[in-house]
């Protein structure tokens, strides 16, 4: 049951501002828009739950109107938990359960990732996937590497204690079983500023099993990461840094506010990465950068926009030499986690992509560049660019490659 002494929706003054930046709102009519899902129905769903209505389900929870709304109000929390509140669900999802157990399913597809990733792009399981599972057959997804980042970093753990200066990664799911290069990338670039690195045994952030509605599990989560992050972070003294923008939201903003659970030992110390750099590199902790001349555009990820991140991001990219950066204006990719994946939802999630494609292709860049691992997957699947993470750049620039 919704709280009664959560009470944030009566501040808002109904000015519709987080309607008109809603990407769903603006594609579809079955999403009334943020304001009438949100503040005002919460009002009737607590005198009767019975007024829930279908609409709720196709709030994406990207946040921009959080991120708009003049008076604060956690839109988008009041809906989630409106949604997985009241809603009625099957005793068991199968396709919601697989998608949100990251861990699950990635401690598994990386010990056979050959195998996977071709059945992942077989035409007649993706075919069965979209009539069982209703998966949609165009569904791209990441390819699983060989292994996971944090047995591949035992390698490098030695070598990290030299550092007087270190930092605990949070590395996330992505990194952990489909892209160790960012993960590495990482590593270079503080240890060429002289910061060593450390991992703990983490669990995934929760964000999936929130957007899923598995919110028991996403607070065992929670909990697990909170106890191990503090205790490497009273070892190594250093910040708690992320390269995802959704981890890095879900750790600081999520458990606390979402979760109400009591993040208090790490809230101060967990940064994106891109903020951690920027305050070295003001510091004067800036490494030896040569000259990157490529043509990027920026785009930037709903999440990063509302932790108030997306500033620090373009200014470490800014300090790239021979960088050519196109900002582009600030739209939401439509793909949000596990959204994009769901049949219900794919030409919504398809619909709302269509206007930063067509930013990007104006901008006719060389690479692409975003901060979050599902704006990476979406801008790949509708366009011919490839896609990096600022921390990709960064230690391109540092090599010298």
Same mark, same amino acid.
């Given at each position: 049951?919704?709280?009664?002494?959560?009470?944030?929706?009566?501040?808002?003054?109904?000015?519709?501002?987080?309607?008109?930046?809603?990407?769903?709102?603006?594609?579809?009519?079955?999403?009334?828009?943020?304001?009438? !899902?949100?503040?005002?129905?919460?009002?009737?769903?607590?005198?009767?739950? #019975? =007024?829930? &209505?279908?609409?709720? +389900?196709?709030? $994406?929870?990207?946040?921009?109107?959080?991120?708009?709304?003049?008076?604060?109000?956690?839109?988008?929390?009041?809906?989630?938990?409106?949604?997985?509140?009241?809603?009625?669900?099957?005793?068991?999802?199968?396709?919601?359960?697989?998608?949100?157990?990251?861990?699950?399913?990635?401690?598994?597809?990386?010990?056979?990732? !050959?195998?996977?990733?071709?059945?992942?792009?077989?035409?007649?399981?993706? #075919? =069965?996937? &979209?009539?069982?599972? +209703?998966?949609? $057959?165009?569904?791209?997804?990441?390819?699983?590497?060989?292994?996971?980042?944090?047995?591949?970093?035992?390698?490098?753990?030695?070598?990290?204690?030299?550092?007087?200066?270190?930092?605990?990664?949070?590395h996330g799911c992505f990194v952990n079983y489909n892209d160790h290069e960012l993960g590495m990338d990482l590593v270079r670039v503080l240890n060429a500023m002289n910061i060593g690195v450390e991992i703990t045994r983490e669990k995934c952030c929760g964000v999936p099993l929130i957007a899923n509605g598995y919110i028991e599990k996403a607070k065992a989560n929670a909990l697990h990461n909170i106890k191990n992050l503090s205790v490497r972070k009273a070892a190594t003294g250093g910040k708690i840094v992320s390269t995802s923008s959704s981890c890095s939201y879900a750790l600081k903003h999520e458990y606390s506010h979402f979760l109400d659970l009591d993040n208090g030992a790490i809230y101060n110390d967990v940064e994106y990465i891109t903020k951690f750099l920027f305050d070295q590199f003001e510091a004067g902790n800036l490494p030896d950068l040569k000259p990157v001349p490529l043509?990027?555009?920026?785009?930037?990820?709903?999440?990063?926009?509302?932790?108030?991140?997306?500033?620090?991001?373009?200014?470490?990219?800014?300090?790239?030499?021979?960088?050519?950066?196109?900002?582009?204006?600030?739209?939401?990719?439509?793909?949000?986690?596990?959204?994009?994946?769901k049949k219900e939802y794919h030409a919504i999630s398809t619909d709302i992509a269509s206007q930063l494609v067509q930013l990007i292709e104006q901008a006719n860049p060389e690479f692409v560049v975003t901060d979050c691992e599902t704006c990476n997957l979406q801008i790949s699947r509708h366009t011919e660019y490839k896609v990096l993470h600022p921390v990709n750049l960064l230690a391109q620039s540092i090599s010298g490659a």
């Amino acid at each position: 049951m919704i709280r009664l002494e959560n009470i944030s929706f009566d501040q808002c003054i109904k000015c519709t501002v987080c309607t008109i930046y809603c990407p769903v709102a603006r594609v579809t009519h079955l999403f009334p828009g943020p304001k009438q !899902s949100g503040p005002d129905t919460e009002r009737l769903r607590i005198k009767d739950p #019975l =007024l829930v &209505d279908a609409s709720l +389900k196709y709030c $994406s929870n990207c946040k921009r109107c959080e991120t708009v709304c003049p008076s604060g109000v956690q839109i988008a929390s009041i809906i989630q938990m409106a949604k997985w509140n009241y809603v009625k669900r099957g005793f068991f999802r199968p396709r919601d359960f697989f998608m949100s157990r990251t861990d699950l399913v990635g401690s598994i597809a990386t010990r056979f990732s !050959s195998i996977v990733n071709f059945f992942l792009r077989f035409p007649p399981v993706k #075919l =069965l996937m &979209d009539l069982v599972m +209703k998966i949609p $057959s165009q569904s791209v997804f990441p390819s699983y590497a060989s292994g996971t980042f944090a047995r591949k970093f035992r390698r490098l753990r030695g070598d990290q204690a030299r550092y007087e200066k270190r930092v605990t990664y949070f590395h996330g799911c992505f990194v952990n079983y489909n892209d160790h290069e960012l993960g590495m990338d990482l590593v270079r670039v503080l240890n060429a500023m002289n910061i060593g690195v450390e991992i703990t045994r983490e669990k995934c952030c929760g964000v999936p099993l929130i957007a899923n509605g598995y919110i028991e599990k996403a607070k065992a989560n929670a909990l697990h990461n909170i106890k191990n992050l503090s205790v490497r972070k009273a070892a190594t003294g250093g910040k708690i840094v992320s390269t995802s923008s959704s981890c890095s939201y879900a750790l600081k903003h999520e458990y606390s506010h979402f979760l109400d659970l009591d993040n208090g030992a790490i809230y101060n110390d967990v940064e994106y990465i891109t903020k951690f750099l920027f305050d070295q590199f003001e510091a004067g902790n800036l490494p030896d950068l040569k000259p990157v001349p490529l043509r990027v555009a920026y785009h930037s990820p709903c999440h990063l926009e509302r932790q108030g991140g997306v500033i620090y991001t373009i200014n470490v990219l800014k300090r790239i030499p021979g960088l050519d950066l196109v900002i582009l204006h600030s739209e939401c990719c439509g793909i949000a986690g596990t959204y994009g994946f769901k049949k219900e939802y794919h030409a919504i999630s398809t619909d709302i992509a269509s206007q930063l494609v067509q930013l990007i292709e104006q901008a006719n860049p060389e690479f692409v560049v975003t901060d979050c691992e599902t704006c990476n997957l979406q801008i790949s699947r509708h366009t011919e660019y490839k896609v990096l993470h600022p921390v990709n750049l960064l230690a391109q620039s540092i090599s010298g490659a």
